[in-house]
């Protein structure tokens, strides 16, 4: 088999969306997500401008060699645009593979470990009634673990918080990204939200007792020793996990937070490639890895920092938030199934628009996902109804202090 083309779409349906479509001789396609929140054309133009040259002709079976090939002869190593775009070919060609085998993409990955994936969803509110709303709500869709974000006393605009309570019920409507020219400007104060969080999960604690899994994202906001001391404050509430409590890629400040506190901790979904885990893996200072599979170089690339994490008990938490596409998340949950160590998925829903773009075979009951049973990722792409979408600039909000001193989003 050779591959004969491979085209770049960029898609805007609910959200900015970056598709590769690779195309064989034998009429098989694949399709992998290289989408990066705000930095989308970039991928984009990686992808068509360096990377498609390259792969016509090639023998779309050989993933470990292409996959060394594209991260090794660019000679410029990692970094969110190279991974995303080595990650869109990587999973395109698993897709096309699985797709010639006849077989879901699990089963070559070694097939299911479970029966299903555990997903937890995104609640969130202003208020406590609004938040508990919100908890109520996701429960009626189907989530069995919740992730909980509240807005802070004195703060404007808070990461995580839905402007507005989800008019239909079912969707969740808070998305990262605003489609603005430029980047929204919000406001922080550490000591406020480390002040205000500890009462929220107390009462959402007595109000939906102590089974339901909690989660938090503290957005890389806080200092080691502000982490240490908010995840003390929150071992009563049992979390799942406190995730990027700092901003990660100073390593070594996890070993004081590890030091102070037993609540759980996840780190990563900005990271891209294994060498960013090497100390948090080695000296077990994290306890699930949050990369997404379309940011990290693929499901080659995944396997390997999740087989090297299962070895110090460490387990998986895929990102999945809107700007993971339907095709991105198809390949976290083929991979989900299929690791021994899984831990949860995060799984926020996307909107009408993507659903028409992208057509899934994935489904979700009772807490959890499954990425079904055709073969390949299962998801498909409709061409026309993408087109119709074009490409609107969005960016993710910044921080600013009081003071005016720029702080982590
Ligand atoms: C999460 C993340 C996202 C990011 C977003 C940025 O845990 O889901 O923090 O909400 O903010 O992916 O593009
Ligand atoms: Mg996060």
């Known amino acids: 088999m050779k591959i004969i083309a491979a085209d770049v779409v960029v898609t805007s349906p609910d959200r900015n969306f970056v598709t590769l479509k690779i195309t064989t001789d ?73 797709k010639a085998a006849g077989m879901p993409l699990y089963q070559l990955l070694g097939g299911a470990s479970r029966n299903g994936i555990m997903a937890y969803g995104h609640a969130s509110g202003r208020d406590l009634p609004e938040l508990f709303d919100s908890i109520r709500r996701h429960l009626e869709m189907g989530y069995r673990s919740i992730r909980v974000q509240t807005s802070v006393p004195g703060i404007n605009a808070v990461y995580g918080v839905a402007a507005q309570p989800s008019i239909d019920g079912k969707r969740y409507d808070y998305e990262p990204a605003q489609r603005t020219a430029l980047p929204a400007e919000e406001d922080w104060d550490t000591r406020a939200y480390l002040r205000h969080l500890p009462g929220v999960f107390e ?35 049992d979390l799942f996990w406190l ?15 590890r030091r102070h506190t037993t609540t759980p901790l996840a780190i990563g979904e900005v990271f891209n490639t294994v060498w960013d885990y090497q100390t948090l893996i080695r000296e077990q200072l994290i306890d699930y890895v949050r990369s997404a599979v379309t940011h990290t170089g693929g499901i080659t690339a995944m396997r390997k920092l999740l087989d090297y994490a299962a070895q110090y008990q460490i387990k998986s938490g895929i990102h999945g938030p809107t700007d993971i596409s339907p095709v991105g998340m198809a390949a976290a949950l083929h991979l989900d199934l299929a690791i021994h160590n ?10 009408p628009a993507t659903n028409e773009v992208f057509q899934q075979s994935f489904s979700f009951a009772d807490g959890y996902l499954h990425p079904g049973g055709l073969p390949g990722l299962g998801v ?13 600039p969005a960016y993710l909000p910044f921080n600013r202090l009081k003071d005016g001193t720029v702080h982590d989003w």
């Not at 831990?343 to 996307?350: D, S, T």
């Not at 498909?380 to 609107?392: G, I, K, M, N, T």
């Open 26 to 98: 034998e009429g098989i396609t694949g399709l992998g997500d290289g989408t990066l929140n705000g930095r989308e054309l970039s991928v984009a133009s990686y992808l068509a401008d360096h990377v498609v040259p390259l792969l016509i002709g090639r023998d779309p079976h050989r993933i470990e060699d292409t996959w060394q090939f594209l991260y090794r002869s660019a000679y410029w190593r990692r970094g969110p645009v190279t991974m995303a775009a080595i990650a869109a070919v990587d999973v395109a060609l698993w897709d096309i593979k699985a």
């Open 203 to 237: 009462a959402v604690r007595n109000e939906f007792g102590p089974e339901l899994p909690l989660l938090h994202d503290g957005h890389h906001r806080m200092t080691p020793i502000q982490a240490a001391k908010l995840g003390k404050a929150l071992e009563p509430y």
């Open 243 to 257: 995730e990027d409590c700092t901003p990660a890629e100073n390593q070594e400040a996890l070993r004081l937070v």
């Open 342 to 351: 899984f831990g949860i998925q995060e799984y926020m829903q996307h909107g």
């Open 380 to 392: 498909e792409l409709d061409e026309e109804a993408a087109a119709r979408f074009p490409y609107q």
